[in-house]
T-cell receptor
Framework: DGGITQSPKYLFRKEGQNVTLSCEQNLNHDAMYWYRQDPGQGLRLIYYSQIVNDFQKGDIAEGYSVSREKKESFPLTVTSAQKNPTAFYLC?????????????FGPGTRLTVT | KNQVEQSPQSLIILEGKNCTLQCNYTVSPFSNLRWYKQDTGRGPVSLTIMTFSENTKSNGRYTATLDADTKQSSLHITASQLSDSASYICVVSAGREYGNKLVFGAGTILRVKS
């Protein structure tokens, strides 16, 4: 999976609890991304970061938060404010956020909230 | 609205046969189009990326075509193998004016059977 690790692979939480998904890359990439994948839908961008200590909201940022304190790490917190948190979450990185730069994806974390 | 539509939704073929997957998009302005392969429960892996001026690109048994005038792309798989069973995702980049945002199709699920 191109030097990007996500943990854990499966995560179960009770409704009302916050949960943090890990994403680490050793590719020395500046840009990192979080996507959400639901059955029958295309990937949707949650947050992205073009450089350390900077990040921007994507299309569906409500109920999520991120941090980018280190170049290698971009953790995603799913808060209790997210109405439908159960989904497959994918982290990706690219050299920069330029349009032709390939995004390399991690193996994903499947979150189930009951 | 920027959209990427893929067809068919799913496809079953016999090992050794060829198949073609379709992608129509309305994303504008257009920067580039990518095809990704996603195995079940894994992150997507890039197959090809084509810019406006390219109308065909190959990667082994995978050949992608692009008609930027009609906003259509296809992915042709030759001599299919069981390992080709996966979801194939068409992705269009909207260009720098839109932050190089990627718009993802929902994917075509391909099953190759022996």
């Amino acid at each position: 999976d191109g030097g990007i690790t996500q943990s854990p692979k499966y995560l179960f939480r009770k409704e009302g609890q916050n949960v943090t998904l890990s994403c680490e890359q050793n590719l020395n990439h500046d840009a990192m991304y979080w996507y959400r994948q639901d059955p029958g839908q295309g990937l949707r961008l949650i947050y992205y970061s073009q450089i350390v200590n900077d990040f921007q909201k994507g299309d569906i940022a409500e109920g999520y938060s991120v941090s980018r304190e280190k170049k290698e790490s971009f953790p995603l917190t799913v808060t209790s404010a997210q109405k439908n948190p159960t989904a497959f979450y994918l982290c990706a990185s690219s050299i920069t956020s330029g349009s032709l730069n390939e995004q390399y994806f991690g193996p994903g974390t499947r979150l189930t909230v009951t | 609205k920027n959209q990427v539509e893929q067809s068919p939704q799913s496809l079953i073929i016999l090992e050794g046969k060829n198949c073609t997957l379709q992608c129509n998009y309305t994303v504008s302005p257009f920067s580039n189009l990518r095809w990704y392969k996603q195995d079940t429960g894994r992150g997507p892996v890039s197959l090809t990326i084509m810019t406006f001026s390219e109308n065909t690109k190959s990667n082994g048994r995978y050949t992608a075509t692009l008609d930027a005038d009609t906003k259509q792309s296809s992915l042709h798989i030759t001599a299919s193998q069981l390992s080709d069973s996966a979801s194939y995702i068409c992705v269009v980049s909207a260009g720098r004016e839109y932050g190089n945002k990627l718009v993802f199709g929902a994917g075509t699920i391909l099953r190759v059977k022996s």
